[in-house]
């Protein structure tokens, strides 16, 4: 077993002593900088694979362990037969804390994160990594059995994942990375992973109002808590019923482990990129909610808001359906005027009805003088794309920074 500083005992529970072992990384970024060091402290020769950078996936017979970054698809031919891992995998291999995993569509930055702060509050010894924080094996020489750790963990970290987290949440589960997933339904089962290994003794909560959650949340051994958005009222910052999903989550695991959890939400003020408000100009408040890259989130925004609305929406593909975004839109009677953007923003748009509709440019300063021109007192000028953002700008996070610099001259 692990001791109280477990790093130097790890290695025992490797498939392999990994001294002078050839191990390559498939995939080379912020997912994967942090292994790295630590697969070379285990002693093992490294090499990267990145085919971002033109390396090739090929003769990889000739490693020992190949370790997949998240962005890799599991199931590629080149690695059939092959001794593969991850990250994530390695980390719950080697992992003495108790760990809270956090998966949805949506939502499992601001829950992963409500969570941290309540176990913070109530004075554990508490971690934050997966998709946000910082690196799994940057803080794993730090952690105790009496430790706790967060993980954000998306559909590319589950699909191979063979340990559940003795608390699981989950959260809306709707369909997404239907460019990396081959259907809906392998995404819905990746994200079973996440109490597919549970005991009787480990706890899932739930999102009950989500038929695909409620799916996963049946297919566990452990004690399933059910929750819903409409059963949470508490004070709080965050704005829109999506967001009481995440409260009502993050509530039930302050329950579980039987921590006060009501006066971290009341002054919760959400993450960045998520319902950002980022400055009022002559009554007009703008909003950054770049973070919303499906149908699902864009809906959830324009609920949030009752003051007219001036939406910005469109980016690049995620082979999304906007069917129930346009019928949304339609029902939505305080949408004043939708700027569409990107190589969706026309196909978001083509069923739209009784909706003042202006094609936005290719650039983020006009996009938004577009909108603060058409904007008046009370107005709400929601930036929520529905779509990625890779034809116009670098990731989600630049399309929001750059919205805000450019809101913060007006």
Not at 263 to 271: D, P, Q, S, Y
Request: glycine share 8%.
């Amino acid at each position: 077993m692990v001791k109280k500083r477990g790093l130097e005992n790890a290695s025992i529970f490797l498939p392999m002593n990994l001294k002078n072992k050839k191990v390559a990384i498939l995939g080379w970024g912020v997912d994967t900088q942090d292994v790295a060091p630590w697969l070379e402290k285990q002693g093992a020769k490294i090499t990267i694979l990145d085919e971002s950078k033109g390396d090739k996936f090929e003769n990889l017979d000739q490693y020992d362990l190949l370790v997949r970054s998240p962005g890799v698809y599991r199931y590629r031919k080149e690695f059939e037969g092959l001794n593969i891992t991850s990250k994530t995998k390695l980390f719950f291999d080697l992992c003495p804390a108790k760990i809270i995993g956090v998966t949805g569509t949506k939502g499992k930055g601001t829950t992963s994160t409500l969570i941290y702060e309540i176990l913070k509050a109530a004075g554990e010894d508490v971690y934050l990594g997966g998709n946000i924080g910082i690196g799994l094996f940057d803080f794993l020489p730090k952690l105790t059995k009496d430790s706790w750790v967060i993980l954000e963990l998306s559909s590319f970290q589950l699909i191979d994942l063979d340990k559940s987290p003795h608390i699981a949440v989950v959260l809306m589960v709707t369909s997404e990375h239907l460019n990396w997933h081959k259907s809906t339904q392998e995404y819905v089962d990746a994200k079973k992973n996440i109490v597919a290994h549970q005991k009787s003794s480990d706890y899932a909560v739930v999102n009950k109002d989500y038929p695909n959650s409620v799916e996963i949340g049946n297919s566990t051994r452990g004690k399933v808590i059910w929750i819903s958005g409409s059963d949470i009222n508490l004070e709080t910052k965050l704005r829109g019923d999506h967001n009481k999903e995440n409260i009502a989550a993050a509530a039930a695991v302050a329950k579980i482990i039987n921590v006060p959890y009501k006066e971290v939400v009341k002054n919760f003020k959400g993450l960045e990129h998520r319902l950002e408000e980022v400055k009022i100009v002559n009554g007009a408040t703008f909003i950054n909610d770049s973070f919303s890259t499906i149908p699902e989130t864009t809906i959830a925004a324009i609920k949030s808001f009752s003051e007219p609305i001036i939406l910005i929406v469109g980016g690049s593909s995620k082979n999304s359906d906007f069917a129930t975004l346009s019928k949304a839109i339609n029902e939505t009677k305080n949408i004043k005027l939708i700027i569409d953007i990107g190589l969706e923003g026309p196909r978001i748009v083509r069923e739209v009805r009784g909706v003042r509709v202006i094609r936005g440019e290719r650039n983020m300063e006009k996009i938004v003088n577009l909108a603060y021109n058409n904007a008046v007192s009370g107005d709400v000028v929601l930036l929520s794309p529905a779509c990625a953002s890779f034809d116009m700008f670098k990731s989600y996070k630049d399309r929001g920074q750059q919205f805000k610099d450019v809101v913060r001259k007006l």
